[in-house]
Structure formats: structure tokens, C-alpha cells
């Protein structure tokens, strides 16, 4: 897994990091997504800081915090969508996501500096200059509509991803933003997951209430699941073991709407009163190619089974520990490509290979690198 990248994300040099390759690991495309230069800084930096001391993980990393130093970077502490290999702004700063992805990757950087020795306060200071801006650009609507919010709706991906930011600037800032992290957790776990139709919605009203027409009908798992290991890590910080077995229970729900009993794995997504989704919402487009709602895709294959696994821990589930170990078989036996390394990015239904490119426009070393590292350091401070 993380050979394959290191051999491909600065091979080509140029601006941030080189992540579209196919099957084989052979260079498709050459442009350099805007997505990835948080991603790729903050995999780098946090094997850096929890797998070892790798020289060339460091060197990976600065070259997502130089990134920092171009346009890239806008005045008003934005990050653009898409660059080309010299650094021109091909898209400017459409998606919120960027920006916390690259917030957060700066933490893991500010803290492999500190690692290391280094001067580190004053990239800590600029980390705590753009964290106070998407905060604030995470209330504002004309932001927000650039991400093709429906009018009337919010998006759980965009609460769960303030979360995780707020959680990981805790390791340089402490309790400076804990009130943001508990509302980012509450909504999570009690507004997007709803009692009343014990299911977890991707889109909800603005007021927080359940609006069971359109994409307030659709249920994400690997957007769910995403947002329940996050709560649980926000539990065990806070040292709040409700939060974990709430987790434990949306968890369930999850389970239960989206699980493919018959082939395995979890579907992209299924529609809360019906299963199958209407048609408006039966394919999503990923980098060009239509991608079926019981579909098969490799990150939310990876979320699943890191919160399976956290659960299982913490909360003491069999049944969580049960679907880990199903999942688990899965991967190995349907995602992971032994010959070429690295993971398929979409499957059928049945488990027949859809998109075997190893790296995209939406795919990169990111989801699945955090997946197993994270079951590295689960195992080693649980055991």
C-alpha cells in the first residue's frame, strides 16, 4: 500500500503530488487535485509521527506544506480545486472540503516539526490562522451553495469534516475549539441520526429535522461510518463514553440499511424509506464514470471497517467484532490487488471489478493508508 505511493505521488516533482495512475501503477493523467495536497501532506505526516521516522515520509510531506507558499493559496486563506503540474489554478476554491483537508493536514505536519526538533510555532500559528477562517466559512451559505447543497438542506459531510478538525487541532491547541467539536458530535450522532426512523441521513433540514423527500431520503454509509469513528475518537478525548455507545447504536442502523448480505460489503448508498433509490439518485458521477448506488467503493469499504473495529473494542460489540471480521475477508478477497498493489476503486455489486485504477481524481493514498494505520495504532495501545 504505502510503497506504491511513495514510488508515485513526487515522482514526476512539479507542484503537490502526482496521484492518477492505473491498475498497473502506469501515470494516466497529470493533473494535481487540490484534495490531495491536504490528503497527501496529512498521510505522510501522521506515518511520520506514528509509524516511524521515515526521512523520505517527511520529505513527502513538506511538499504538500509548500503548496502553501503559491497560488494554491488564496489571499483570503482558501485553497483552490485544481492545479496542473506547474502550479496554474486550473479551478479556483469551490469546495469547502479542501480546505479542511488541508487544515488538517497541516496539523499532521506542524506536528512532525515538533517531532523533529524543529521551529514549529510559527506553522502551529498559521495552522490556527486558516483553522478561525473555515470556521467561519463553514456558516456561510454562499461557501456552503458551491458544494451543490440542495436549497433547505444541510450536508453531514460537512459537519462530520468540521469535526475531525476540530479534533485533531486539540493535539496543538487543546480546548481552544472543544465547543465546535460538541456540536459537530451532537449533530452527528442525534440530528443527521434520527430516533425517530432509526437511520442516519446524509442530507437533513436546516432546522435538523429529517425531510424525507430528495436527497433527504438518502442514506451514506461510508459518509456515516466516517462520521461515527470520528465521534468515537471525540468520545474517548472528551473521556464521554456515551458518545461511543450512541456511535455503537447509529452503527447498527447502518449495518442494518446497507449491508450487502448476499455479496458483502457495504453499497455507496440506499434510500431510507425504499432501499433502492429513486431515479435521480440511482448513479453518482465519479471522475467521469457513472457509479450505481449498490455499487461497491473502496473508501467506504475502508471507514467500515475502522469503525467496526473501534466499536468492537470499545464499546465491546460481538456483532461489530463479527462484521469486521466479514469485512475484513472481503477486502482481502475482493479489493486488495495482489499483483499490482494498492486497492481497486469500484466494484459491481457482485464483486466484479468496475474501476481498477489505483489512483483518480477522488482517489488517492488517503482513505485506505488512514484505515490501516489507524488499525495499527487501535491494536497497539488496546492490546
Excluded at 487540490?34 to 511520520?48: D, E, K, N, P, S
Amino acid at each position: 500500500m504505502i510503497p506504491f505511493w511513495e514510488q508515485r505521488v513526487r515522482k514526476e516533482g512539479g507542484f503537490g503530488y502526482t496521484i492518477c495512475y492505473d491498475r498497473e501503477g502506469r501515470k494516466n493523467a497529470d493533473i494535481r487535485p487540490g484534495w490531495f495536497v491536504g490528503r497527501t501532506m496529512h498521510t505522510f505526516a501522521a506515518l511520520y509521527n506514528e509509524a516511524g521516522a521515515k526521512e523520505e515520509w517527511f520529505s513527502i510531506a513538506e511538499a504538500g506544506r509548500k503548496a502553501l507558499d503559491t497560488e494554491f493559496c488564496t489571499a483570503d486563506g482558501r485553497f483552490c480545486q485544481m492545479m496542473d503540474a506547474q502550479g496554474n489554478v486550473l479551478e479556483g476554491p469551490v469546495s469547502i472540503f479542501t480546505d479542511h483537508f488541508m487544515v488538517k493536514g497541516l496539523y499532521a505536519y506542524v506536528l512532525a516539526l515538533k517531532r523533529r526538533g524543529e521551529e514549529w510555532q510559527r506553522e502551529a500559528e498559521k495552522a490556527k490562522q486558516l483553522t478561525e477562517i473555515l470556521f467561519e466559512n463553514v456558516k456561510r451559505q454562499e461557501v456552503l451553495s458551491r458544494e451543490g447543497i440542495p436549497q433547505g438542506f444541510q450536508k453531514h459531510a460537512v459537519n462530520f469534516m468540521t469535526l475531525i478538525v476540530a479534533l485533531e487541532s486539540r493535539k496543538l491547541f487543546g480546548d481552544t475549539y472543544n465547543h465546535v467539536l460538541k456540536e459537530c458530535v451532537h449533530k452527528s450522532l442525534y440530528e443527521f441520526a434520527s430516533d425517530q426512523y432509526k437511520k442516519p441521513f446524509e442530507y437533513i433540514s436546516i432546522l435538523g429535522k429529517p425531510l424525507l423527500e430528495g436527497p433527504g431520503r438518502i442514506i451514506d454509509a461510508g459518509h456515516t461510518m466516517e462520521s461515527l469513528w470520528f465521534s468515537m475518537t471525540a468520545g474517548l478525548e472528551l473521556g464521554d463514553r456515551e458518545i461511543l455507545g450512541r456511535a455503537g447504536e447509529v452503527l447498527d442502523w447502518v449495518i442494518d440499511s446497507s449491508y450487502d448480505q448476499e455479496f458483502g460489503g457495504f453499497y455507496q448508498n440506499v434510500d431510507a424509506l425504499q432501499h433502492d433509490p429513486e431515479t435521480a439518485f440511482e448513479e453518482n458521477d465519479y471522475a467521469g464514470y457513472p457509479v450505481r448506488w449498490d455499487d461497491k467503493i473502496w473508501w467506504v469499504q475502508a471507514e467500515g471497517l475502522y469503525a467496526l473495529a473501534m466499536s468492537a473494542l470499545y464499546n465491546e460489540n460481538e456483532r461489530h467484532f463479527q462484521y469486521f471480521i466479514k469485512e475484513f475477508d472481503y477486502v482481502e478477497r475482493y479489493f486488495r490487488d495482489r499483483k499490482y498493489g494498492e486497492w481497486y476503486a469500484v466494484l459491481h455489486r457482485d464483486n466484479s471489478i468496475y474501476m481498477d485504477a489505483k489512483g483518480l481524481e477522488l482517489k488517492g493514498p488517503y482513505h485506505v493508508p488512514r484505515c490501516l494505520l489507524n488499525l495499527y495504532i487501535l491494536l497497539k495501545n488496546f492490546i
